[in-house]
Antibody
Framework: QVQLQESGPELVKPSETLSLTCSVS????????WSWIRQSSGKGLEWLGFTDYSANSIYNPSFKSRVTMSVDLSKNQVSLKLTSVNAADTAVYYCARGWYQMLRGNYYHYMDVWGKGTTVTVS | SYELTQPPSVSVSPGQTASITCFGDKLGDKYTFWYQQRPDQSPVLVIY???KRPSMIPERFSGSNSGNTATLTISGTQAMDEADYYCQAFWDSSVVFGGGTKLTVL
């Protein structure tokens, strides 16, 4: 059974860096692609990007200058760093296991296992 | 940028069929994915590659995608299906989510 658990500071000051870790059990981080998605209170889902163990990353253009994702194979963890945060970055942050494949000439990516999420407040 | 449009809300009576639509330009040329999010829970994948169900998802969930519209259909809707549903596509190297549809089982 694959389980993902996000962890990190619940409170981050404006202009500082948000750092989260996703601990993975039941699956190897050397396989799959690992996404981060966030959800502001009462709002929809917003994708930040994904990465794999060899640092092949695709980031949402809206966050590209501020976001970094990486995989630590030794700890079987995935990390997210978001710099220069402000109140608009207050949200529940989810990590998710993803697939990135080509089919019918097009690439696609989706997430099949999600963590429970962690709430981060910027204040 | 690419946009996916969903109705904000859909209502259905228990036992009836619920249909949730997702509109996007030439969406039928892409794969669509659907997620269910119950209150205070994380999203769960219910449909992938337009019409495939993950193994733990009940058979009453089905999907289709053609033209500009993808549809999530829930047959014999149950009270436990009350949730927010999000469609998702991948366009220009980005994951795009629809705004979500709140399904109410009256």
């Amino acid at each position: 059974q694959v389980q993902l658990q996000e962890s990190g500071p619940e409170l981050v000051k404006p202009s500082e860096t948000l750092s989260l870790t996703c601990s993975v059990s039941g699956a190897s981080t050397s396989v799959y692609y690992w996404s981060w998605i966030r959800q502001s209170s009462g709002k929809g889902l917003e994708w930040l990007g994904f990465t794999d163990y060899s640092a092949n990353s695709i980031y949402n253009p809206s966050f590209k200058s501020r976001v970094t994702m990486s995989v630590d194979l030794s700890k079987n963890q995935v990390s997210l760093k978001l710099t220069s945060v402000n109140a608009a970055d207050t949200a529940v942050y989810y990590c998710a296991r993803g697939w990135y494949q080509m089919l019918r000439g097009n690439y696609y990516h989706y997430m099949d296992v999600w963590g429970k999420g962690t709430t981060v407040t910027v204040s | 940028s690419y946009e996916l449009t969903q109705p904000p809300s859909v209502s259905v009576s228990p036992g009836q069929t619920a249909s949730i639509t997702c509109f996007g330009d030439k969406l039928g040329d892409k794969y669509t994915f659907w997620y269910q999010q119950r209150p205070d829970q994380s999203p769960v994948l219910v449909i992938y590659q337009n019409d495939k169900r993950p193994s733990m998802i009940p058979e009453r969930f089905s999907g289709s995608n053609s033209g500009n519209t993808a549809t999530l259909t829930i047959s014999g809707t149950q009270a436990m299906d009350e949730a927010d549903y999000y469609c998702q596509a991948f366009w220009d190297s980005s994951v795009v989510f629809g705004g979500g549809t709140k399904l109410t089982v009256l």
